[in-house]
């Protein structure tokens, strides 16, 4: 039942993958716990700022301490391929939901929203800006469907100005604010607009800008 070994982790099982990297489940042997591991993708990991970006991704991740953004335990490196340990939650992402239930209920609306933004409050409050705030990247915990914002891939301290690159547009068009997609510099009041399109969707079970391409939805 094992895949193999990522240091001390005994990995179990493909989670899911993305442009980053691939997300793992796995058990912790020193604490006897399962956890999710983010590895970064090996073809990424020669290159400085991909590097430099995941990182980033797990100090900016760490730094905020809130029950409804995804604990990240530890980091690591394996023959120069980097990793996050993350808190593993059974669970389905708000875009699953979305998708097999289309809109969603007024008490469903605010209850999540409310967590979402409580979440993105203690981001804020830590300098952190997720810059890419969408239904699948917000995670309800199985049962009591608690809120937990995951994927700070996008993440930056909003004072780090040594791997800013303007001019670069990187987020989802859908759910991303108008000064995001012009590549200027964005701060907490871009996830406020993103937050506001994923209230859209959760009221619609759409988002509130679609076409046909990137360049039509911005």
């Known amino acids: 039942g094992s895949l193999g070994r990522l ?3 005994e990995v179990e099982e493909v989670l899911g993958s993305g442009g980053m990297g691939i997300v793992l ?11 999710a591991i983010k590895a970064m993708a090996p073809t ?9 970006r995941f990182i ?3 100090r900016a991740a760490a730094a905020v301490r809130d029950d409804h953004v995804l604990g990240i335990h530890g980091a690591g490196e394996v023959n120069g391929l980097p990793f996050l340990v993350m808190e593993y939650i059974v669970g389905r992402s708000l875009a699953q939901r979305l998708e097999a239930d289309g809109p969603l209920p007024l008490p469903d609306i605010l209850r999540i929203g409310g967590q979402i933004a409580r979440g993105l409050a203690a981001a804020h409050a ?9 239904p699948a990247n ?6 009591i469907e608690r809120v937990k914002i995951t994927d ?5 301290a909003v004072d780090d100005v040594r791997t800013t690159q303007p001019g670069t547009v990187v987020g989802t068009p859908e759910y991303m604010s108008p000064e995001q997609a012009r590549g200027e510099r964005v701060d907490h009041r871009s996830d406020l607009f993103s937050l506001g399109c994923v209230l859209y969707a ?17």
């Open 7 to 9: 240091g001390s982790y």
């Open 25 to 35: 489940l796995a058990c912790d042997e020193k604490l006897h716990r399962a956890v």
């Open 44 to 52: 990424l990991a020669t290159n400085e700022h991909a590097r430099r």
């Open 56 to 58: 980033r991704e797990g």
């Open 126 to 134: 830590q300098g952190v800006v997720h810059r890419d705030i969408k």
């Open 138 to 143: 917000i995670l309800l915990e199985n049962g």
């Open 152 to 156: 700070f891939g996008l993440a930056h």
């Open 202 to 218: 959760m009221c619609a079970g759409r988002p509130p800008f679609r076409a046909s391409s990137t360049v039509a939805i911005i």
